[in-house]
């Protein structure tokens, strides 16, 4: 856009006087002056260049928007336009900051999701594997493991409802715990490397293994 000498040496306050008049070309003649310099101060603080063009931009129009009400210091509007400038690159910092935290309660609550998902792999047929493995124990063995992982009794209630000594009975559930951890490496046998440990801990880890 050409702009006339005449502009080019008039200060900003003389400037915004004739914007205030409908001046298109006094506007132009700022916004030159000030694209650059503004530009280069968000640019230390922003990365985004984008995001960069877009705040000076918005800068720049609303010394159009608000040329009625606009005030110079000293003849410049520089400091008004640094102090705009300072504040929008604040607003944009915090709103990052803003999504950095969403994203992070994000990533922990898609991680509790992933946990119930998780839970979900011990299916049906897991079921039945861990079901058969407990159906082949010896009977008080089974026993053991039924009262305590089913029906949640202490070694003390079940060695008293079996009429077993609580060393026998720990024994028992320590034998049927690995049995039953065996039996879940065995179901998940075929899944990836990648995937083995994880499946295999929340298999253990939803079983109470």
């Known amino acids: 856009m050409f702009l006339p000498d005449a502009l080019l040496s008039l200060t900003d306050e003389e400037l915004l006087h004739l914007m205030r008049s409908g001046s298109e070309s006094a506007f132009a003649v700022l916004y030159e002056r000030y694209w650059e310099p503004l530009y280069e101060g968000a640019g230390k603080r922003l990365g985004n260049v984008a995001e960069v063009q877009d705040i000076v931009q ?32 604040i607003d944009v910092l915090a ?22 998902v998780l839970e979900g792999l011990i299916s049906k047929e897991l079921q039945a594997a861990i079901d058969r493995e407990i159906a082949s124990m010896p009977v008080n063995m089974q026993k053991v493991i039924q009262l305590s992982r089913q029906q949640d009794h202490s070694v003390a ?7 077993l000594s609580e060393q026998t009975v720990r024994n028992l559930l320590s034998q049927a715990i690995r049995r039953l951890k065996s039996c879940v490496t065995h179901f998940y046998n075929d899944a990836s490397p990648d995937t083995h440990s994880i499946f295999m801990a929340a298999a253990i880890a939803v079983l109470g293994l």
């Open 95 to 116: 709103f990052t900051r803003k999504q950095e935290i969403c994203y992070h309660a994000l990533g922990q609550f898609l991680t509790l999701q992933e946990h119930h």
């Open 58 to 89: 918005d800068i720049m129009e609303s010394i159009w928007i608000k040329k009625q009400r606009l005030s110079t210091k000293n003849g410049s509007l520089e400091p008004y336009l640094f102090t705009l400038l300072k504040y929008r690159i």
């Open 157 to 163: 209630e079940i060695a008293r409802h079996l009429s």
